[in-house]
C-alpha cells in the first residue's frame, strides 16, 4: 500500500496561485492513475482532478477546467496540482490518491470508489 504525502496548501487571495504536491512512499505508483479531490466543510468529497500513469491523459471537474493542471513525475514518484486563478469556492481540504487498480481509465470522470489509498489533505483557503 503507498502511503501518500500531499504539501503546498495555505492562505491565498482570489485569483492567486498554488501548486500542491503530493509524494507516494512504500510503492512505486508510476504505473497507477493519480488523483486530486477536495472536501468542504459539512461536503462531500469531490473529484478535482486525475491523470494517467504516463501523464498523457488528464480529466477535471468542470468547475476547475481551465484553472487547475495536474501533472506527474514518474522518476520521482510525484503528482501536482497547479492551482491558478483561485475562487472562494476552491477552499477545501485537497487529497491526493492512487487507483486502487491499474484498469481505471479516465473515459468518464472517476469517483472515490476508484481509488485505494489517500493522503491526509492539505488546506487551501482562497480568501475575497
Known amino acids: 500500500q503507498a502511503q501518500l504525502v500531499e504539501s503546498g496548501g495555505g492562505l491565498v487571495q482570489a485569483g492567486g496561485s498554488l501548486k500542491l504536491s503530493c509524494a507516494a512512499f512504500?510503492?512505486?505508483?508510476?504505473?497507477?492513475?493519480m488523483g486530486w479531490f477536495r472536501q468542504a466543510p459539512g461536503k462531500k468529497r469531490d473529484f478535482v482532478a486525475a491523470?494517467?500513469?504516463?501523464?498523457?491523459?488528464?480529466a477535471y471537474a468542470d468547475s476547475v477546467k481551465g484553472r487547475f493542471t495536474v501533472s506527474r513525475d514518474n522518476a520521482k514518484n510525484m503528482v501536482y496540482l497547479q492551482m491558478n486563478s483561485l475562487k472562494p469556492e476552491d477552499t477545501a481540504v485537497y487529497y491526493c490518491?492512487?487507483?486502487?487498480?491499474?484498469?481505471?481509465?479516465?473515459?468518464?470522470?472517476?469517483?472515490?470508489?476508484?481509488?485505494?489509498?489517500w493522503g491526509q489533505g492539505t488546506q487551501v483557503t482562497v480568501s475575497s
Open positions: 491523470i494517467n500513469w504516463s501523464g498523457d491523459n488528464s
Open positions: 490518491a492512487v487507483a486502487g487498480s491499474l484498469l481505471l481509465t479516465l473515459e468518464t470522470l472517476p469517483t472515490t470508489a476508484d481509488f485505494g489509498a
Open positions: 512504500g510503492r512505486t505508483v508510476t504505473r497507477y492513475t
